[in-house]
């Protein structure tokens, strides 16, 4: 691993006693204003207050929430999804697109969908059969991959999953319960948890699926896909000034 990646591990991964995003910062704002004249005697301009401020809620949710688990995060995707109109519509329009036959329609909605809820398993085993429909193995082991990360029942994917697998060359064997009463970050991850972490760590080409598969393959959570993505070469070169910094 080169001195870089290492660098920046001590300061994603900073181990026990790091702060754990609950604690709120004060920021003294300082009073500028000149003094003002009223009958010809200064009077000081009012005190301004202190301003307490919260850290940035990070999306994935990993430092800003820590008690934040992937149970709850699917839970509350599961319960909201089919009060959103727009989620409705998507999967109106992709379920009948699926009935006839079309599987780009259906592919399509199916993502528009999955873009407003991407933790919904069931929606990501639809999107992952519209996808495989069309011959489109790697892509679709991406989302049926994805599902079981998120808890899809084994009967529900696993055959599906075994046959794209196999048309890519490789085996798929379910490896017992998921445990999901974790922290994303500890949380086998998802097709869009490794697109996320790579917008945070800025490595290019996690658009596609061929990197996206490798990881979901190989990583056992998210915290093994950020280590990944921080010993790449990618990630010195687009972060060279992060670096910088670090090594002071």
Same mark, same amino acid.
């Given at each position: ?6 660098? /920046?591990?001590?300061? $994603?991964? &900073?181990?026990? +006693?790091?702060?754990? +995003? ?7 704002? &300082?009073? $500028? ?8 005697? &200064? !009077?000081?301009?009012?005190? =301004?207050?202190?301003? *307490? ?9 990993? %430092? ?7 149970? %709850?995060?699917?839970? *509350? ?5 089919? +009060?959103?109109? =727009? ?10 697109? *699926? ?6 329609? %259906? ?34 082991? !991406?989302?049926?991959?994805?599902? !079981?990360?998120?808890? /899809? ?20 064997? =379910? ?6 009463? !974790? &922290? ?22 996690? %658009?596609?699926?061929?990197? +996206? ?21 990618? $990630? ?13």
């Amino acid at each position: 691993m080169s001195a870089e990646a290492s660098e /920046a591990i001590s300061i $994603f991964d &900073p181990g026990e +006693g790091a702060w754990d +995003g609950s604690a709120q910062f004060e920021t003294e704002i &300082p009073d $500028f204003t000149p003094e003002r004249s009223v009958g010809g005697a &200064p !009077v000081a301009a009012a005190a =301004r207050p202190v301003v *307490r401020a919260s850290p940035p809620r990070s999306r994935f949710d990993l %430092a800003a929430r820590p008690r934040v688990t992937r149970t %709850a995060q699917i839970a *509350r995707a599961l319960d909201e999804a089919f +009060g959103d109109e =727009r989620f409705r519509d998507a999967v109106g329009q992709a379920d009948a697109a *699926r009935d006839r036959g079309d599987w780009v329609t %259906a592919e399509h909605e199916y993502g528009q969908a999955l873009h407003l809820f991407p933790l919904h398993w069931g929606y990501c085993i639809q999107y992952a059969h519209a996808i495989k429909e069309q011959g489109l193995y790697p892509k679709a082991e !991406v989302w049926y991959r994805s599902a !079981v990360a998120l808890g /899809a029942p084994g009967e529900m994917v696993d055959e599906h999953l075994v046959f794209v697998a196999q048309r890519n060359g490789v085996a798929f064997v =379910r490896q017992g319960t998921i445990d999901l009463d !974790v &922290p994303p970050l500890l949380a086998p991850p998802t097709i869009h948890d490794i697109r996320v972490l790579g917008r945070l760590a800025r490595v290019p080409g996690l %658009a596609g699926e061929e990197l +996206g598969l490798t990881l979901l393959r190989e990583a056992r959570d998210n915290r093994a896909v950020l280590m990944r993505m921080i010993a790449m070469p990618e $990630f010195a070169r687009s972060n060279r000034a992060f670096l910088d910094i670090l090594r002071g």
